[in-house]
T-cell receptor, first 115, second 110 residues
């Protein structure tokens, strides 16, 4: 256990559905991240939040909508996805950059399949 | 753009042998990190080496960093079947942007 919990672990959704991925950490971290991992591709950084504020949006399509209500929780709202969005979505957390230690702690991921 | 590239893409060895994986990157970094991922699961941090360090050890892991060549290597000594996983390097270029490579799939046979 890394201290970062993601739910659900698996999700199958149609292209017209709306669903949300949840991430929770109790490590006292103030930075949280969403990554996408597709087959045979490097991990892609999607969003970064610092102290609940979004500090990075890596040109992610608007059908992915993140939400960070507090430093312990991070959501990824999904709507009108495409089959190519099927992937493993990983949440991570770390101490703020000012601590000069950006070791990331990852959740187990949500395996998303868009049909 | 992709920062880290691992080499080889796949590595198959016997238990007890050493495994060496290499990572090359393109821009200046604050630190470089290595992570491990078991099939379809989350990544686990293994070791971090700062840009002003040249070598670091942690248990059976040895990491080197050559900033002049923009490359790093991860050595796993006396490998075990349980070391079977994918290994990724990640470069920290600042502002919490960890950029990962495509990884090396390591298979350790009993």
């Amino acid at each position: 256990e890394t201290g970062v919990t993601q739910t659900p672990r698996h999700l199958v959704m149609g292209m017209t559905n709306k669903k949300s991925l949840k991430c929770e950490q109790h490590l006292g971290h103030n930075a949280m991240y969403w990554y996408k991992q597709s087959a045979k591709k490097p991990l892609e950084l999607m969003f970064v939040y610092n102290f609940k504020e979004q500090t990075e949006n890596n040109s992610v399509p608007s059908r992915f909508s993140p939400e960070c209500p507090n430093s312990s929780h991070l959501f990824l709202h999904l709507h009108t996805l495409q089959p190519e969005d099927s992937a493993l979505y990983l949440c991570a957390s770390s101490r703020p950059y000012r601590d000069l230690s950006t070791e990331a702690f990852f959740g187990q991921g949500t395996r998303l399949t868009v049909v | 753009s992709q920062q880290g590239e691992e080499d080889p893409q796949a590595l198959s060895i016997q238990e007890g042998e050493n495994a060496t994986m290499n990572c090359s990157y393109k821009t200046s970094i604050n630190n470089l990190q290595w992570y491990r991922q078991n099939s379809g699961r989350g990544l686990v941090h293994l070791i971090l080496i700062r840009s002003n360090e040249r070598e670091k050890h942690s248990g059976r892991l040895r990491v080197t960093l050559d900033t002049s060549k923009k490359s790093s290597s991860l050595l796993i000594t006396a490998s075990r079947a349980a070391d079977t996983a994918s290994y990724f390097c990640a470069t920290d270029t600042g502002f919490q942007k960890l950029v990962f490579g495509t990884g090396t799939r390591l298979l350790v046979s009993p």
